[in-house]
Antibody
Framework: QLQLQESGPGLVKPSETLSLTCTVS??????????WGWIRQPPGKGLEWIGS???????YYNPSLKSRVTISVDTSKNQFSLKLSSVTAADTAVYYC???????????WGQGTLVTVSS | EIVLTQSPATLSLSPGERATLSCRAS??????LAWYQQKPGQAPRLLIY???NRATGIPARFSGSGSGTDFTLTISSLEPEDFAVYYC???????????FGPGTKVDIK
Protein backbone atom coordinates (compact mmCIF):
# COMPACT_ATOMS: atom_id res chain seq x y z
CA GLN A 1 0.00 0.00 0.00
CA LEU A 2 1.44 3.34 -1.03
CA GLN A 3 1.97 5.82 1.76
CA LEU A 4 3.08 9.43 1.73
CA GLN A 5 4.29 11.25 4.83
CA GLU A 6 5.01 14.96 5.15
CA SER A 7 7.69 16.16 7.53
CA GLY A 8 9.15 19.51 8.51
CA PRO A 9 8.84 22.38 10.98
CA GLY A 10 5.36 23.24 12.16
CA LEU A 11 6.28 26.85 12.86
CA VAL A 12 8.06 29.24 10.53
CA LYS A 13 8.83 32.92 11.09
CA PRO A 14 7.58 35.58 8.67
CA SER A 15 9.98 36.31 5.79
CA GLU A 16 11.73 32.95 6.26
CA THR A 17 11.57 29.85 4.06
CA LEU A 18 9.13 27.02 4.66
CA SER A 19 10.68 23.61 3.96
CA LEU A 20 8.82 20.32 3.84
CA THR A 21 9.69 16.83 2.69
CA CYS A 22 7.39 14.06 1.53
CA THR A 23 8.62 10.51 1.98
CA VAL A 24 7.02 7.89 -0.27
CA SER A 25 6.85 4.28 0.88
CA UNK A 26 5.30 1.21 -0.66
CA UNK A 27 6.11 2.34 -4.19
CA UNK A 28 8.79 4.01 -6.28
CA UNK A 29 8.88 7.73 -6.88
CA UNK A 30 10.68 6.94 -10.14
CA UNK A 31 7.63 5.41 -11.80
CA UNK A 32 6.95 6.85 -15.25
CA UNK A 33 3.20 6.88 -14.58
CA UNK A 34 3.08 9.59 -11.95
CA UNK A 35 3.87 13.13 -10.98
CA TRP A 36 4.16 14.12 -7.33
CA GLY A 37 2.50 17.22 -5.99
CA TRP A 38 2.04 19.65 -3.14
CA ILE A 39 -1.36 21.07 -2.22
CA ARG A 40 -2.21 23.35 0.69
CA GLN A 41 -5.33 24.24 2.63
CA PRO A 42 -5.55 27.30 4.89
CA PRO A 43 -7.56 26.67 8.06
CA GLY A 44 -11.26 26.49 7.22
CA LYS A 45 -10.67 27.14 3.53
CA GLY A 46 -10.35 25.25 0.27
CA LEU A 47 -7.55 23.46 -1.55
CA GLU A 48 -4.80 25.15 -3.55
CA TRP A 49 -2.40 23.35 -5.86
CA ILE A 50 1.17 24.53 -5.24
CA GLY A 51 3.08 22.55 -7.82
CA SER A 52 4.10 19.17 -9.20
CA UNK A 53 7.31 17.35 -10.08
CA UNK A 54 8.22 14.36 -12.23
CA UNK A 55 10.93 11.95 -11.13
CA UNK A 56 13.19 13.38 -13.84
CA UNK A 57 13.00 16.75 -12.12
CA UNK A 58 10.53 18.51 -14.44
CA UNK A 59 8.45 20.93 -12.41
CA TYR A 60 5.21 22.89 -12.81
CA TYR A 61 4.10 25.56 -10.38
CA ASN A 62 0.96 27.51 -9.57
CA PRO A 63 1.54 30.88 -11.30
CA SER A 64 0.42 32.72 -8.18
CA LEU A 65 3.22 31.12 -6.14
CA LYS A 66 5.83 30.48 -8.81
CA SER A 67 8.22 33.23 -7.75
CA ARG A 68 8.51 31.77 -4.23
CA VAL A 69 8.26 28.00 -4.79
CA THR A 70 10.86 25.34 -5.45
CA ILE A 71 10.01 21.65 -5.63
CA SER A 72 12.78 19.08 -5.89
CA VAL A 73 13.07 15.29 -5.95
CA ASP A 74 15.57 12.85 -4.47
CA THR A 75 14.97 9.49 -6.11
CA SER A 76 17.66 7.79 -4.01
CA LYS A 77 15.65 8.55 -0.89
CA ASN A 78 12.22 8.22 -2.53
CA GLN A 79 11.42 11.75 -1.40
CA PHE A 80 10.36 15.06 -2.85
CA SER A 81 10.51 18.43 -1.18
CA LEU A 82 8.89 21.84 -1.09
CA LYS A 83 10.50 25.18 -0.36
CA LEU A 84 8.38 28.32 -0.10
CA SER A 85 10.30 31.52 0.49
CA SER A 86 9.38 34.85 2.05
CA VAL A 87 6.42 33.43 3.91
CA THR A 88 3.71 35.50 5.54
CA ALA A 89 0.73 34.67 7.74
CA ALA A 90 -1.23 34.00 4.55
CA ASP A 91 0.93 30.91 4.00
CA THR A 92 -0.36 29.31 7.20
CA ALA A 93 -2.03 26.11 6.05
CA VAL A 94 -2.13 22.36 6.13
CA TYR A 95 0.30 21.20 3.48
CA TYR A 96 -0.39 17.92 1.71
CA CYS A 97 1.81 15.89 -0.58
CA UNK A 98 0.09 13.64 -3.08
CA UNK A 99 0.62 11.32 -6.01
CA UNK A 100 -0.71 12.58 -9.32
CA UNK A 101 -1.55 10.00 -11.94
CA UNK A 102 -0.45 11.45 -15.27
CA UNK A 103 -3.40 13.09 -16.98
CA UNK A 104 -5.80 11.81 -14.33
CA UNK A 105 -5.94 13.08 -10.73
CA UNK A 106 -4.42 12.99 -7.25
CA UNK A 107 -5.05 9.45 -6.02
CA UNK A 108 -2.91 9.07 -2.91
CA TRP A 109 -2.45 11.78 -0.30
CA GLY A 110 -0.36 12.23 2.80
CA GLN A 111 -2.11 12.99 6.07
CA GLY A 112 -1.08 16.63 5.87
CA THR A 113 1.01 18.80 8.14
CA LEU A 114 0.02 22.14 9.63
CA VAL A 115 2.55 24.90 9.11
CA THR A 116 1.97 28.11 11.02
CA VAL A 117 3.74 31.32 10.06
CA SER A 118 4.22 33.43 13.15
CA SER A 119 6.94 35.27 15.00
CA GLU B 1 -6.34 30.53 -15.23
CA ILE B 2 -9.47 28.42 -15.29
CA VAL B 3 -11.75 29.23 -12.36
CA LEU B 4 -14.11 26.63 -10.94
CA THR B 5 -17.26 27.59 -9.06
CA GLN B 6 -19.30 25.14 -7.02
CA SER B 7 -22.91 25.33 -5.96
CA PRO B 8 -24.49 25.31 -3.58
CA ALA B 9 -21.94 26.24 -0.93
CA THR B 10 -23.84 24.12 1.57
CA LEU B 11 -26.37 21.37 0.97
CA SER B 12 -28.46 20.21 3.92
CA LEU B 13 -29.98 16.80 3.42
CA SER B 14 -31.08 13.74 5.35
CA PRO B 15 -29.63 10.23 5.09
CA GLY B 16 -31.22 8.37 2.21
CA GLU B 17 -31.82 11.52 0.16
CA ARG B 18 -30.23 12.24 -3.21
CA ALA B 19 -27.47 14.85 -3.37
CA THR B 20 -26.74 16.82 -6.52
CA LEU B 21 -23.60 18.99 -6.51
CA SER B 22 -22.61 21.33 -9.31
CA CYS B 23 -19.22 22.48 -10.59
CA ARG B 24 -18.90 25.08 -13.33
CA ALA B 25 -15.70 26.04 -15.17
CA SER B 26 -14.91 29.52 -16.51
CA UNK B 27 -13.99 27.92 -19.84
CA UNK B 28 -14.21 24.45 -21.28
CA UNK B 29 -12.17 21.77 -19.54
CA UNK B 30 -13.47 19.01 -21.82
CA UNK B 31 -13.99 16.02 -19.51
CA UNK B 32 -10.87 16.69 -17.47
CA LEU B 33 -12.57 17.09 -14.13
CA ALA B 34 -12.21 15.17 -10.87
CA TRP B 35 -14.18 15.13 -7.64
CA TYR B 36 -12.80 14.65 -4.14
CA GLN B 37 -14.40 14.08 -0.75
CA GLN B 38 -12.86 15.52 2.39
CA LYS B 39 -13.91 14.80 5.96
CA PRO B 40 -12.78 16.91 8.93
CA GLY B 41 -9.16 16.32 9.84
CA GLN B 42 -8.57 14.06 6.85
CA ALA B 43 -6.90 14.37 3.48
CA PRO B 44 -9.11 14.53 0.41
CA ARG B 45 -10.12 11.25 -1.23
CA LEU B 46 -10.47 10.85 -4.98
CA LEU B 47 -14.01 9.87 -5.96
CA ILE B 48 -14.38 10.56 -9.68
CA TYR B 49 -11.90 11.30 -12.47
CA UNK B 50 -12.39 12.39 -16.06
CA UNK B 51 -15.89 13.57 -15.16
CA UNK B 52 -17.57 10.19 -14.86
CA ASN B 53 -15.10 7.46 -13.89
CA ARG B 54 -15.26 6.16 -10.35
CA ALA B 55 -11.91 5.73 -8.62
CA THR B 56 -10.93 2.39 -7.18
CA GLY B 57 -13.09 1.34 -4.25
CA ILE B 58 -15.66 4.13 -4.60
CA PRO B 59 -19.26 2.95 -4.07
CA ALA B 60 -21.67 2.95 -6.99
CA ARG B 61 -23.91 5.52 -5.27
CA PHE B 62 -21.38 8.15 -6.37
CA SER B 63 -21.64 9.19 -10.01
CA GLY B 64 -20.32 12.04 -12.09
CA SER B 65 -21.50 13.59 -15.32
CA GLY B 66 -20.91 16.55 -17.57
CA SER B 67 -18.43 17.96 -20.03
CA GLY B 68 -17.22 21.32 -21.22
CA THR B 69 -18.09 23.80 -18.48
CA ASP B 70 -20.87 22.12 -16.46
CA PHE B 71 -20.42 19.09 -14.24
CA THR B 72 -22.46 17.27 -11.63
CA LEU B 73 -21.61 14.91 -8.80
CA THR B 74 -24.59 12.84 -7.68
CA ILE B 75 -24.85 10.76 -4.54
CA SER B 76 -27.91 8.60 -5.14
CA SER B 77 -28.76 7.87 -1.51
CA LEU B 78 -26.77 9.54 1.24
CA GLU B 79 -25.13 7.32 3.81
CA PRO B 80 -24.06 8.76 7.19
CA GLU B 81 -20.41 8.64 6.12
CA ASP B 82 -21.10 10.80 3.05
CA PHE B 83 -21.57 14.03 4.99
CA ALA B 84 -18.41 15.89 4.09
CA VAL B 85 -17.01 18.60 1.83
CA TYR B 86 -16.72 17.89 -1.88
CA TYR B 87 -14.25 19.58 -4.22
CA CYS B 88 -13.97 19.55 -7.98
CA UNK B 89 -10.60 19.93 -9.71
CA UNK B 90 -9.69 20.47 -13.37
CA UNK B 91 -6.60 19.46 -15.33
CA UNK B 92 -7.36 20.78 -18.80
CA UNK B 93 -3.99 22.49 -19.15
CA UNK B 94 -2.06 19.45 -17.92
CA UNK B 95 0.41 19.48 -16.28
CA UNK B 96 0.10 23.20 -15.69
CA UNK B 97 -2.60 25.21 -14.01
CA UNK B 98 -4.38 22.61 -11.90
CA UNK B 99 -7.20 24.29 -10.00
CA PHE B 100 -9.73 23.31 -7.39
CA GLY B 101 -13.23 24.61 -6.81
CA PRO B 102 -14.15 26.20 -3.48
CA GLY B 103 -16.08 23.17 -2.27
CA THR B 104 -19.63 22.18 -1.36
CA LYS B 105 -20.38 21.08 2.18
CA VAL B 106 -23.01 18.38 2.51
CA ASP B 107 -24.33 18.41 6.03
CA ILE B 108 -27.06 16.64 7.93
CA LYS B 109 -30.45 18.29 7.91
Amino acid sequence: QLQLQESGPGLVKPSETLSLTCTVSGGSISSSSYYWGWIRQPPGKGLEWIGSIYYSGSTYYNPSLKSRVTISVDTSKNQFSLKLSSVTAADTAVYYCARLIIEVAFDYWGQGTLVTVSS
Amino acid sequence: EIVLTQSPATLSLSPGERATLSCRASQSVSSYLAWYQQKPGQAPRLLIYDASNRATGIPARFSGSGSGTDFTLTISSLEPEDFAVYYCQQRSNWPRGLTFGPGTKVDIK
